[in-house]
């Protein structure tokens, strides 16, 4: 069992990457982090305030490892690909350090900024305001921490090929 953490800021592609890797990866499963907010409500007053976006929300990271647990103690995939903003030490701590024991690979995927705005924008069911408003904090973030992640500035690159080249990097 092996891990593909898919990280970046807000609208960087992230999903889309996912999906085009489990496509082509046998036995592979994609963990939408973002489908967990609509099986996972908040149980409490306090999961309503604060910063809105869903990596900051614990209770959706608490079940994002409740969900990677159950899936590697049932043994149904060889690869679970997660498409997630570790944008935050409670993220950090809860998901890199947490799964520390399985084999992980962990890609951030960049892009010049106008590239990244341009994104966001022509993204259906995208919530802009959200991705720009936090796209500072995680960018700072990212950039600040996961040294030993493997960067891929997207700029100029198909989904596809961002897929290609993570494909690549892990079957070394």
């Known amino acids: 069992m092996k891990i593909i953490w898919i990280d970046g800021t807000f609208g960087i592609g992230k999903s889309a990457v996912a999906a085009a890797i489990v496509e082509e990866i046998p036995q592979a499963h994609l963990l939408e982090f973002d489908a967990l907010q609509e099986k996972y409500k908040p149980t409490s007053v ?27 103690q049932e043994g149904s995939c060889d690869c679970l690909v997660i498409p997630v903003a570790l944008i935050n030490d409670y993220c950090n701590q809860k998901l890199i350090d947490g799964f ?19 994104r966001i924008n022509n993204q259906e069911n995208r919530d802009i305001d959200l991705a720009v408003t936090y796209m500072p904090e995680a960018t700072q973030y ?31």
């Open 46 to 72: 306090s999961d309503y305030f604060g910063k809105r976006y869903p990596e900051a929300k614990k209770y959706l990271v608490d079940a994002l490892v409740d969900e990677i647990t159950e899936i590697i």
């Open 100 to 118: 520390a024991n399985i084999e992980s690979h962990h890609f951030i995927l960049t892009a010049k900024k106008e590239i990244l705005h341009q």
């Open 142 to 172: 990212l950039s600040n921490h996961y040294y030993d992640a493997s960067r891929i500035d997207t700029s100029n690159m198909s989904i596809d090929s961002v897929a290609k080249e993570i494909i690549e990097s892990i079957t070394r």
